[in-house]
């Protein structure tokens, strides 16, 4: 705010955004939702004379994106009085026309920051939540902080994002077959993602799997993690691993009975990876840094499940669910070392279920998956 006459802040629907501009900005902000049609029509048909309204306070715009005919004219107002910063804070739920219609109308106007679902440490800051409870309420504020509204809050949030928003984004007409796409990519995470298989199954065509993948992507629903390219052998994996951001979502939608069940089930080492590698993602998010995450799988079988580029290096981190590291759990990070070089790679981590870190052969270390974060801070 310091530094730009705007501020956008952009992620999913109920991660936060308007209370924390709200809290932040305190009570000098003139406030607007375009979810309200009265404003929305305001602001669509007289941009200017709707901006005017406000005249000199500073404001709070949520929900943007429905209003990308006011941008030309925010522009306008920004270049009147160049010079002064933080009068306009955004956000903005979907990701995918918004950034298009911001890129054209406030480059260098404008800061863009990305705001995720809690954190592990955020959550820990609250209430210590067991591994148990965290994949089954998930990340967002409202059923992290009170779990008792879980259920209705999941059904309500997959009804009105994906059926009504994501779905408008691209008006995809088929809503069973774009469900179907959605529980199968609940069903498949942690895994590759293929999208002939994706289509196959749903009964789609291959450039309309590969369509909304972008699009769950863009919307925060879905994390696509990139392979890790170099020279360490020509014939590696090329498809990306797909994960869904919150693991509610996926236990909601892959319908686990319970969060112990959920945990002890087919579907336990999967969540408990894809809690871990989206906590990455928040990392580098929450510190305002492109993600340099990947992983790293080849054809005879060597797999490291996340892949960071630390200070100056490599780290590789393998995430199991066990309580009980065994030498074998390392195996793939020794080799991964080995195959990168010393110099471009640090010994490896083993992230696990373990009460507190302990050291591992060849320099390597176990880690309790709630400490993972905080390291992993120190390191980016």
């Given at each position: 705010?310091?530094?730009?006459?705007?501020?956008?802040?952009?992620?999913?629907?109920?991660?936060?955004?308007?209370?924390?501009?709200?809290?932040?900005?305190?009570?000098?902000?003139?406030?607007?939702?375009?979810?309200?049609?009265?404003?929305?029509?305001?602001?669509?048909?007289?941009?200017?004379?709707?901006?005017?309204?406000?005249g000199e306070q500073p404001v709070i715009f949520d929900e943007v994106q429905y209003v990308p005919e006011l941008l030309p004219s925010l522009k306008l107002s920004i270049d009147r009085e160049r010079q002064r910063n933080g009068r306009w804070l955004l956000t903005g739920s979907q990701q995918f026309h918004l950034m298009r219609n911001i890129g054209e109308s406030l480059a260098g106007r404008i800061a863009i920051l990305d705001q995720l679902p809690f954190s592990i440490a955020e959550l820990s800051g609250q209430t210590e939540p067991s591994l148990e409870q965290v994949l089954w309420n998930g990340c967002y504020p409202e059923p992290a902080l009170y779990p008792e509204k879980r259920e209705f809050w999941l059904r309500a949030y997959i009804q009105t994002y994906l059926e009504r928003d994501v779905r408008q984004l691209q008006h995809i007409r088929d809503l069973h077959a774009f469900e179907q796409f959605v529980a199968l990519a609940c069903a498949r995470h942690a895994q590759e993602f293929n999208s002939a298989a994706f289509a196959r199954e749903v009964g789609i065509t291959l450039p309309t799997a590969k369509s909304w993948a972008g699009l769950l992507e863009a919307s925060w629903l879905l994390h696509l993690l990139p392979p890790f390219f170099n020279n360490l052998g020509k014939r590696i994996t090329k498809a990306p691993k797909l994960y869904v951001l919150d693991p509610a979502i996926v236990c909601f939608l892959t319908r686990q009975p319970a969060a112990e069940a959920a945990l002890a089930g087919a579907m336990g080492g999967a969540l408990f990876e894809g809690l871990i590698v989206i906590e990455?993602?928040?990392?580098?998010?929450?510190?305002?840094?492109?993600?340099?995450?990947?992983?790293?799988?080849?054809?005879?079988?060597?797999?490291?499940?996340?892949?960071?580029?630390?200070?100056?290096?490599?780290?590789?981190?393998?995430?199991?669910?066990?309580?009980?590291?065994?030498?074998?759990?390392?195996?793939?990070?020794?080799?991964?070392?080995?195959?990168?070089?010393?110099?471009?790679?640090?010994?490896?981590?083993?992230?696990?279920?373990?009460?507190?870190?302990q050291p591992l052969p060849h320099g390597m270390t176990a880690m309790p998956w709630q400490e993972f974060p905080l390291w992993l801070n120190q390191q980016i």
């Open positions: 705010m310091r530094q730009f006459p705007a501020v956008l802040v952009t992620g999913p629907r109920q991660a936060g955004k308007t209370t924390l501009l709200q809290h932040e900005a305190g009570g000098n902000f003139a406030y607007v939702s375009f979810d309200d049609p009265v404003e929305r029509a305001f602001a669509l048909n007289d941009p200017a004379g709707f901006l005017d309204r406000f990455a993602l928040k990392t580098f998010t929450n510190k305002g840094l492109k993600p340099a995450l990947w992983y790293w799988r080849s054809h005879d079988g060597l797999e490291v499940d996340l892949i960071v580029q630390g200070k100056g290096a490599l780290i590789p981190v393998e995430i199991k669910l066990t309580m009980t590291p065994q030498p074998q759990h390392t195996e793939s990070l020794r080799r991964f070392r080995a195959l990168a070089g010393e110099e471009q790679c640090r010994p490896g981590i083993l992230v696990c279920r373990v009460p507190q870190t």
